[in-house]
């Protein structure tokens, strides 16, 4: 007889046996419609370990006061597999949620667990929605990997080194902890019937497959309780069948409580739970009770089953009102009148609001690592993460090549020089605001202002689509204690960082490489640390967005796109800021455009890049431009006309450049070498801020309602 490693946890649902070397994993046989085997050996442990699950006038009502559920009562047992009928909007999944802690804020009523065990203290119940809210880019088998390195730091850990041995050609060995999630991790595929997938994508698997790997990943977590809403919706009748099937084994093998909401059973599907719990269209119980006996229950008030009708239909209808009203209000007395089963038989009471509301002792590092690593697997294998970025990055530098050898007409150096503008100044006017408006429309700045859009728009749009579909599973794995908020949030923080900084860096290099870059190397770090700070500002105004929009990726997206309407708008690009009213001008401060362009104008041009010829313009200098001729053509208008000698006009130009900004761009902007630090110190403070408060949104929406 080969020796068997049992999961040290008294409730695991796991027995891992030693394989034999010609029975690879790869060979053995999926999950098949097969007459339910029960272990005999388990029967006894099973009693031993029973574990009953009570609630008593359990209601709830809406913040409307709408009640849901009412005056429930009620109970489940380990090793019977209970089905909760109910019409559509009877209140089935609102119970749920109630006995698992989601909904707390107008619910009333008792709940408790009940058990055999003298030292059972703690009460893990799962509640397991509709919807399977999975990774689709990993496989079965990475992600149930995953889930037993956060098992070994929820809370719930094992003695791995002293409980775990197995026996290879008669010795003994200790099973460090990766070797055991290993054995664990197989033993549950190949129960689950999931070997023929196990290395298959989420997203390539059957919706059978899905809801067997969502109940897998829970059973990881050696649940006492498991509440299952509606698991065969969306199935065939064989998968449907295979899957009851399968929890059937489960709990008559195992001290586990399964319970599951089912929508029109068939016969044959009916016929595999042992109790039944009937709620009517009122949300109020009219049956509870072994499921071969429900006929028995309706005919003694008058309510016989048509012959060839499927029950389950015939006990739909009369919780439908269809037999009527007032035979609801018959059935729903008689049941109120019955007493719950006498629970001071077992040796502990648990209260499942007090044993549920205790902080589990959570290894917040260790689990932070395991969760980012599967974060960064999944912001790798997103095709929209890098591919997206990438082709828009790709775009954007192939159009910035094309341009970057046009001929251009206007000034890129940008600065009052008075020999390099000699030429300008006639073709323009003595009017400096004429080399503001020109400079301004030059070919360097407008690749510097699409450096910092392009650095906005590509760490915002993709973070926008893809967070708010992961957060769905965040809510569900974190409502079943697999870890904390704290966790989940540091290791997303960090996994995003890649793809949010990869991306707008290559560009801003580029950038720097294709412009009349300044000299000093300070600048190119400083332009660096800015570009890192408009992407985490830009990443951190996603997240806020996306988790206050969370299931609604299009809200996300439109909110997202309404941000760049006010963010360009104060950005000083179409409008200066000081031509702005007074009582405008502050909120300028909370675009990130303005910020960022700001700075890399003043990195740019500012901190003694332009050094202006003080001498001013001379006649020479237009002599060198445009020939001797021009003395004797300037003569002519002196003595001809009352217009002021040239050289006046000129020294008045020269005291007039003198008084303002020797840079054109920084005079436009009406900016200081200062205002680099203030922009910086703003986004800084706009990262924290909104970090802070996106991570207050995640408590609040991971909150029981």
Known sequence: MEPIVIDPQSSSLVSIKKKKKNDPLEKRQSLKMNPINIDKNNIKKIENEAIHFYWKNLSYKTAKNKILVNNLSGHLQSGYLTAILGPSGSGKTTLFECLAKRRIKGMTGQTWVSS??????????????????????????????????????????????????????????????????????????????????????????????????????????????????????????????????????????????????????????????????????????????????????????????????????????????????????????????????????????????????????????????????????????????????????????????????????????????????????????????????????????????????????????????????ELSVFIKEHSNKWYTRWSYYVSKSFSDIPPTLIFPLIYAVFTWFLVESPPGIWRFFIYISLIISTSLLAHSFAMVISIHFINNTIAALICGAMLFVPFFIFSGFVIPVNKLPYYVRPFTYLSVYKLSIEAVLIIFYGFGRCNPDHTGLSLSDFTKYFGDSIMNITTCMEQLTSLPPVQYIIDGFNNEIKTINQSIILSRFDLDNIDLFINFGFIISYIIILRVFAYVILMSKSIAK
């Open 116 to 469: 055999s065990i003298s030292d059972f203290k703690e009460v893990r119940i799962i509640y397991n929605p509709q919807k399977d809210f999975l990774f689709s880019v990993l496989s079965i088998r990475e992600n149930l990997n995953y889930a037993c390195q956060l098992q070994r730091y929820c809370g719930r850990n094992i003695d791995i080194l002293n409980d775990n041995t197995i026996n290879d050609d008669g010795d003994v060995k200790l099973l460090d902890a990766s070797k055991y999630d290993c054995h664990k991790v197989e033993e549950i595929i190949d129960q689950l019937g999931l070997t023929q997938c196990a290395d298959v994508r989420v997203s390539n698997c059957s919706g059978g497959q899905k809801k067997r790997l969502s109940i897998a990943l829970e059973l990881i977590f050696s649940p006492n309780v498991l509440l299952l809403d509606e698991p065969t919706t969306g199935l065939d009748s064989v998968s449907s069948l295979q899957l009851v099937q399968l929890l059937k084994t489960m709990v008559k093998n195992n001290p586990i409580i399964i319970c599951a909401t089912i929508h029109q059973p068939s016969a044959k599907l009916f016929s595999y739970f042992d109790d039944l719990y009937v709620i009517s269209t009122f949300g109020t119980c009219i049956y509870r009770g072994p499921g071969n006996q429900v006929l028995d229950h309706f005919q003694s008030f008058g309510l016989n089953c048509p012959v060839f009708h499927n029950i389950s239909d015939f006990v739909l209808e009369i919780a439908s009102g269809l037999y009527g009203d007032e035979i609801i209000y018959k059935l729903t007395d008689a049941e109120a009148s019955q007493e719950l089963i006498d629970q001071n038989k077992y040796q502990v009471n648990v209260n499942v609001d007090r044993a549920l509301s205790k902080e589990m002792a959570f290894d917040q590092i260790q689990s932070s690592w395991a969760l980012f690593k599967r974060s960064s697997l999944i912001s790798y294998r997103e095709p929209f993460n890098y591919a997206l970025r990438s082709f828009g990055l790709l775009m954007l530098m192939a159009v910035r090549l094309v341009l970057k050898n046009r001929q251009s007409t206007l000034i890129d150096n940008e600065c009052f020089n008075s020999t390099r503008f000699a030429k300008k100044f006639i073709e323009m006017g003595s009017n400096p605001e004429n080399y503001k408006i020109t400079a301004f429309l030059s070919r360097d700045i407008i690749l510097l202002i699409t450096s910092v859009m392009f650095t906005v728009i590509i760490s915002l749009v993709p973070s926008l689509m893809l967070f708010p579909l």
